[in-house]
């Protein structure tokens, strides 16, 4: 609650409720083995759901500007983190941790701040979003490489390699195969039921950690894999929702593992090298962003608004940090140190962002050495985001009203957008050329992904009044300024759903009835007509 008032993200709260249970505080962590059990499970789902996220589609359509500003960042940051920790007394080992750990930024506190500022879709949304995915990648190959380590004092630098090489065709080749011939068959069946659909995603996220680690990779590693070896699927948003909580609850155990092997006794010792990599990442990470992004054609607002997402560490930074303490790699004063930059480092660059605009209107005339004179490559850019065809209405819900409703609005002119979450109406819509989406229509985080902010209508036919309840309160936590339409199934529902903010209610029975009426009516009226006239 204090993080929340103090518009941090939670992950703040978890580090520090961390150390306050561990040993540095109240000692409160007694049972070790199942708190670290947890803990690895939770490492394992945050792992699953990044590779989740990491579509083969988002990842062909990159482009060249987040490509290159997500490597150029890469390789800055890497490079002179080395630098700087090694000078500053680490071992080569420590400093490779360091430097690597200090590249990543956080894809989901990212999000999150993006999409409560309604930026998420904006240019230098999109930009992020996408070095972001580098960075993701980037994660999951360092993973792999530092956990093959440790085959390093028997093995010289060619045969490692060679390891990595070979190991990463085997499971290029295997994740071919699963992702064409298995999975579609296998997750459709899954999805007949949301339970069983969220019992396979946790199974497989696990079962694949377990082959990961057992392939002389990590665990981590392992469950990224899984994760991306359903991205491509029609129900990864569904799963992606029902994860989330999840997620949540089990990486708080991980930060409080985390809690309890921090030795504070060493700490002050790093104060001084956790300031200085801290002013690092925090302006040397966006100076970067924005120097890649002014040379490839963008203005120097867009630059910096996307170089701020950058100026922090990273959740996967700690645990890969981690992963290396497990590893026999470096010591805990590593993992000290890694956690006093994250925490600076979030809760800094957390305020950056939600006060980006007025902070770009004090600086703005000292970023124009980051902007070309023709800003040449941000016109295109938007010219071609303005054609992209975005839904006019939503549907959700596609039992036989919606889906007449649907393909009624269709047939009218109209760009539509289906929610559906019976796998059978999915399949049948889907193979009739509509555009839908497999999803629960009153989850948040699955409302997350969908355009809402950019549809004129959402028309909810969903039967129940609580369900219908709980979309009207996301929309409104959500900002949602456009019209919805609810079908109501009770003449009594009405006032209740207006009171709720819906702008018309539907009343198929009734419509019907009255339809029928007017339709007799006229055929009865002629029909008299025709008799007079006889």
Known sequence: MLSLWLKQPVLIAYII????????????????????????????????????????QHVRHIGPVALATGLGQLTFTIIFGFILTYAMGKSVMDAIYVAVALTFSSTIIIVKLL???????????????????????????????????????????????????????????????????????????????QELLLIFAIAWGTGFAAMGEWAGFSKEAGAFLAGFSLASSVYRDAINARLTGIRDFLILFFFIDLGSKLDFSTLGSETWPAVVLSIFVLIGNPLIVMAIMGYMGYRKRTGFLAGLTVAQISEFSIVFVAMGISLGHIGVDVLGLTTLVGIVTIALSTYMILYSHPIYNHISSWLSIFERNNPYRELNKENLHAKDSLPDVLVIGLGRYGSTLARGLQKAGLEVMAIDFDPENFRKQHRSGMNVRFGDGTETEFIDTLPIQKTQWIVSTLPDVGANQALMHALKER????????????????????????????????????????????????????????
């Open 17 to 56: 409720v961390g150390i306050l249970v561990g040993p540095a505080g109240f000692g409160l962590v007694s049972a070790h083995d199942q708190v670290d059990l947890l803990a690895q499970v939770g490492v394992v789902v945050l792992l699953f759901v990044v590779g989740l996220k990491l579509d083969l």
């Open 115 to 193: 999409t409560d500022k309604r930026e998420i879709d904006a240019l230098h949304g999109r930009i992020a979003i996408g070095f972001l995915i580098v960075q993701d990648l980037a994660v999951v190959i360092a993973m792999m490489v530092m956990s093959s380590l440790r085959y390093g004092d028997e093995s010289d630098l060619l045969q490692l390699l060679v390891s990595i090489a070979l190991r990463l065709i085997g499971i290029s080749i295997v994740m071919f195969v699963l992702m064409r011939y298995l999975i579609p068959t296998l997750v459709a069946r899954m999805a007949r039921s």
């Open 479 to 534: 900002r949602y300024s456009g019209s919805v339409a609810i079908v109501a199934r009770e003449e009594g529902d009405q006032k209740l759903l207006k009171k709720l903010g819906a702008t018309t209610v539907l009343y198929p029975m009734n419509d019907a009835v009255e339809y029928a009426i007017a339709s007799l009516s006229q055929e009865i009226a002629m029909k008299k007509k025709g008799d007079i006239d006889e």
